[in-house]
C-alpha cells in the first residue's frame, strides 16, 4: 500500500523559513517522479514543485521560485521542501503526492499525503 | 503560464442526475488535462489522467473527454458519495496549474 506522511509543517514567522519532509512506502520510491502540491484554508489546489526520478527535471510555481527548494533522497525515500522567505500567502496545508506516471515528472498525481499545515503569521 | 477555469463553480444536482463539468485552457494542453475528486478534509483523489483515461478503481460512472482547450467530466449517474469538489488540472506545461474546482452539492 502505498502511504505517503508529511512532516515538518507549523507555525512560523514572515520571513522566516521551514523544511517539510514526506516519507514515502509502498512502491519503489526511485521509480517515480514527486510534487508538493498546497491549499490554502478554503480555498483550491495550487502546484508548488516537482521532481523527476534523479532529481534531473524540476519545476516550480511562479509564486514560490526563488524561495522554495524542492529535494529528495532517494537511499532514505524521502521527498522534502525547503521554504525560505515566507510570506503570509503561503499559509496553506501541503501535500506530498506521487507522480502518475514514472520517473519522469509527467505532472498529474495519483497518490497522495494526508497533508501537514503551514502558518506564516507574526 | 496556462490558466484553467472550469463551470460551473457550484452545480446542484439529485441522485440519478447526469452531471457535466467543463475545464478550459488558456492555451492549447492536447489532452494533459487530469480530474480530481475531493472531499472535506481529506486528500484529493485522482478520477481521470491523459483527458479520458480513468484511474484504476474509479468507478464506470466517472467519464472524461475533449482535446485542446476545451474538456469535461461527466458523471453518469449521481451517487451520494460523489457531492464533491472536482478540480481539472492541466500537465502540459510548467506549472502545472489547476482549475478553481466546481463544488457539487445537494439539491
Known amino acids: 500500500e502505498v502511504q505517503l506522511v508529511e512532516s515538518g509543517g507549523g507555525l512560523v514567522q514572515p520571513g522566516r523559513s521551514l523544511r517539510l519532509s514526506c516519507a514515502a512506502s509502498?512502491?519503489?520510491?526511485?521509480?517515480?517522479?514527486m510534487h508538493w502540491v498546497r491549499q490554502a484554508p478554503g480555498k483550491g489546489l495550487e502546484w508548488v514543485s516537482g521532481?523527476?526520478?534523479?532529481?534531473?527535471?524540476?519545476g516550480y510555481a511562479d509564486s514560490v521560485k526563488g524561495r522554495f527548494t524542492i529535494s529528495r533522497d532517494n537511499a532514505k525515500n524521502s521527498l522534502y521542501l525547503q521554504m525560505n522567505s515566507l510570506r503570509a500567502e503561503d499559509t496553506a496545508l501541503y501535500y506530498c503526492?506521487?507522480?502518475?506516471?514514472?520517473?519522469?515528472?509527467?505532472?498529474?498525481?495519483?497518490?497522495w499525503g494526508q497533508g501537514t499545515l503551514v502558518t506564516v503569521s507574526s | 503560464d496556462i490558466q484553467m477555469t472550469q463551470s460551473p463553480s457550484t452545480l446542484s444536482a439529485s441522485v440519478g442526475d447526469r452531471v457535466t463539468i467543463t475545464c478550459r485552457a488558456s492555451?492549447?494542453?492536447?489532452?494533459?488535462l487530469a480530474w480530481y475528486q475531493q472531499k472535506p478534509g481529506k486528500a484529493p483523489k485522482l478520477l481521470i489522467y491523459?483527458?479520458?483515461s480513468l484511474e484504476s478503481g474509479v468507478p464506470s460512472r466517472f467519464s472524461g473527454s475533449g482535446s485542446g482547450t476545451e474538456f469535461t467530466l461527466t458523471i453518469s449517474s449521481l451517487q451520494p458519495d460523489d457531492f464533491a469538489t472536482y478540480y481539472c488540472?492541466?500537465?502540459?506545461?510548467?506549472?502545472?496549474?489547476f482549475g478553481p474546482g466546481t463544488k457539487v452539492d445537494i439539491k
Open positions: 503526492a506521487k507522480d502518475g506516471e514514472g520517473g519522469i515528472l509527467t505532472g498529474y498525481c495519483d497518490y
Open positions: 509502498g512502491f519503489t520510491f526511485d521509480d517515480y517522479a
Open positions: 521532481i523527476s526520478w534523479n532529481s534531473g527535471s524540476i
Open positions: 492555451q492549447s494542453i492536447s489532452s494533459w
Open positions: 491523459k483527458a479520458s
Open positions: 488540472q492541466q500537465y502540459n506545461s510548467y506549472p502545472f496549474t
